[in-house]
């Protein structure tokens, strides 16, 4: 049985940006960076940051160690410069997510104090718009949904 991840998984953004980092590092000097060279390179807070990181990454399969010296991590899937491409979604899709948005106001608005929840989600699905590029219905929502914060911070305070 091999030692390998049967299914790597996809670096999170800031992994990514770590990976990129000693990549490039990589790719200039010859060698791999100290951790404390990668903290500055990536505007980390402290070395225990990197090293979470890169244990993360060596456990996800996209960084490999060799034995225990100093400059001996290794990229193993190389990092691609293109951005991750997003799918479209489909008409029918976006329809139903702007009439659940759309319901979801009503059921706020007919609320006399809804709980702060519901509000949040709402904000949480106009975001969700915005990420699947569907950028003028959030911008739609936008101003209702200042309308609804406005009104329900002053019945949240009375």
């Not at 990668?38 to 244990?55: D, Q």
């Not at 996800?60 to 193993?76: F, Q, T």
């Not at 008409?91 to 948005?101: G, H, P």
Request: proline share 4%.
């Amino acid at each position: 049985m091999s030692d390998e991840p049967s299914q790597v998984i996809r670096p999170t953004k800031k992994q990514q940006e770590l990976l990129t980092f000693i990549d490039g590092f990589i790719q200039e000097h010859g060698y791999s960076p100290s951790y404390r060279e990668i903290m500055a390179g990536c505007r980390y807070n402290s070395v225990a940051t990197v090293a979470l990181h890169v244990g993360n990454l060596i456990k996800r399969g996209h960084l490999e160690k060799r034995d225990n010296s100093a400059r001996s991590l290794e990229v193993v899937t190389k990092v691609s410069a293109k951005p991750l491409a997003v799918n479209a979604i489909k008409a029918s899709e976006e329809k139903w997510l702007i009439d659940l948005i759309e319901a979801k106001f009503k059921n706020i608005e007919d609320f006399a104090k809804p709980p702060k929840k519901d509000l949040d989600g709402l904000y949480v699905l106009v975001g969700a718009l915005r990420v699947l590029g569907i950028d003028g219905a959030a911008q739609g929502f936008l101003p209702k949904l200042a309308i609804l914060k406005d009104k329900l911070k002053n019945e949240y305070e009375s």
